[in-house]
């Protein structure tokens, strides 16, 4: 399968008015910015079988700036095993059990993503440090051999690559 891998745009900051991190929205150039690596994923060419995004506002919003950039039609699937504090073990559980044949785009947030490419690409150790700029993109070619991820890891691009391609 292709797993694209996003993170959440530019969100607010915690404050007296916003307490809680899942309640973080995105700012407006945080949407501005999505809009752009958006149009860049038409450019590239990129499909999706399905979008799946975290349950926190800033994850949902970005889906649906995606979503919506790229016309699909299909609706955003919701895993809370890409909320930050799980541990990216039961997010590869979960996709094992997607499709092999699936383009997928999950979309979450840091430290969670890095440690899942880490997990998808290192098999023996999981220790790669990846880390992805906020609306940075990667894509690994992911397989399962008995149950154990084998992921190759295709591209790592930073936001204003992505902006660049999108015009």
Do not use: C
Request: net charge positive.
């Amino acid at each position: 399968m292709h797993v694209y891998i996003l993170r959440h745009g530019k969100a607010e900051v915690l404050s007296e008015r916003i307490r809680s991190d899942s309640k973080r929205r995105l700012t407006e150039s945080g949407i501005k910015e999505l809009e752009q690596i958006s149009k860049s994923f038409k450019v590239m060419g990129l499909e999706f079988t399905s979008i799946i995004s975290s349950p926190l506002v800033r994850a949902r919003q970005t889906a649906d700036i995606v979503s919506k950039l790229l016309k699909i039609k299909k609706a955003i699937v919701i895993w809370n095993e890409l909320r930050p504090e799980i541990d990216a073990e039961l997010t590869l559980q979960k996709l094992y059990k997607t499709k092999p044949d699936s383009s997928i785009l999950l979309i979450g947030h840091e430290p969670h993503l890095g440690s899942l490419i880490s997990k998808m690409i290192s098999i023996k150790t999981g220790n790669t440090d990846i880390s992805l700029k906020k609306g940075g993109l990667a894509h690994v070619r992911l397989s399962f051999q008995n149950g154990i991820p084998n992921g190759s890891l295709r591209s790592l691009m930073t936001p204003r690559q992505l902006k660049k391609i999108g015009g």
